[in-house]
């Protein structure tokens, strides 16, 4: 069964850097042609896609976030990060990570998310 | 980027009826990628429907979708009581992808 699971911290201070890390477990990050998601969700809004990666380290994200995503991959771990600098109030979320069919980009495993919140 | 616009934003109905959920893009959406995911209080998304019309594994078949183009629909034939959750769009045909602002289908 496959696992995804996010971590990193709940508070972010504003102009900072935030970082988190996703562990797939129950398979294996290389496997199956698959690209994963970060997708986050402001607070009671709609969802917004952030970016994707490849296990090769084929990176794609969205225009909107202007250049301060930065998408990982570290095989050896199963693991795939985001790093999103300058944040402020509006980067405030629910953090997705969320792995993309082999059938086409849309998400058909979702790990369950955690909260950032941009405060000083 | 494509816009995707749901209706109606609250859809209010009784359990054993019929919910019909659309969603418009601002341009077409080409071999028709899109997908449905329900949302409920405190959970992550999950998908019901692929490329318009195809139910993902383990999906009643009580959920279908439909349309082609700009204009899409997911229905649901009897809304049974854990069918009562936020329901979104989403285009994967062109980059970023876009999500729907969402439907919201309550008792």
């Known amino acids: 069964q496959l696992q995804v699971q996010v971590s990193g911290p709940g508070l972010v201070r504003p102009s900072q850097t935030l970082y988190l890390t996703c562990t797939v477990s129950?398979?294996?990050?290389?496997?199956?042609?698959?690209?994963w998601s970060w997708i986050r969700q402001h607070p009671g809004k709609g969802l917004e896609w952030i970016g994707y990666?490849?296990?090769?380290?084929?990176?794609n994200s969205n225009p909107s976030l202007k250049g301060r995503v930065s998408i990982d991959v570290d095989t050896s771990k199963n693991q795939l990060s985001l790093l999103l600098t300058s944040v402020t109030a509006a980067d405030t979320a629910i953090y997705y990570c969320?792995?993309?069919?082999?059938?086409?980009?849309?998400?058909?495993?979702w790990g369950q998310g955690t909260l950032v919140t941009v405060s000083s | 980027e494509i816009v995707l616009t749901q209706s109606p934003g609250t859809l209010s109905l009784s359990p054993g009826e019929r919910a019909t959920l659309s969603c418009r893009a601002s341009?077409?959406?080409?071999?028709?990628?899109l997908a449905w995911y329900q949302q409920k209080p405190g959970q992550a998304p999950r998908l019901l429907i692929y490329?318009?019309?195809n139910r993902a594994t383990g999906i009643p078949d009580r959920f279908s979708g439909g349309g082609s183009g700009t204009d899409f629909t997911l229905t649901i034939s009897r809304l049974d009581p854990e069918d009562f959750a936020m329901y979104f769009c989403?285009?994967?045909?062109?980059?970023?992808?876009?999500f729907g602002q969402g439907t919201k289908v309550e008792v």
């Open positions: 969320a792995r993309d069919s082999s059938s086409g980009w849309f998400q058909d495993y």
């Open positions: 989403q285009q994967y045909h062109s980059s970023p992808r876009t």
């Open positions: 129950g398979g294996s990050i290389s496997s199956g042609g698959h690209y």
């Open positions: 341009q077409s959406v080409s071999s028709n990628y």
């Open positions: 990666i490849f296990y090769t380290g084929s990176t």
């Open positions: 490329g318009a019309s």
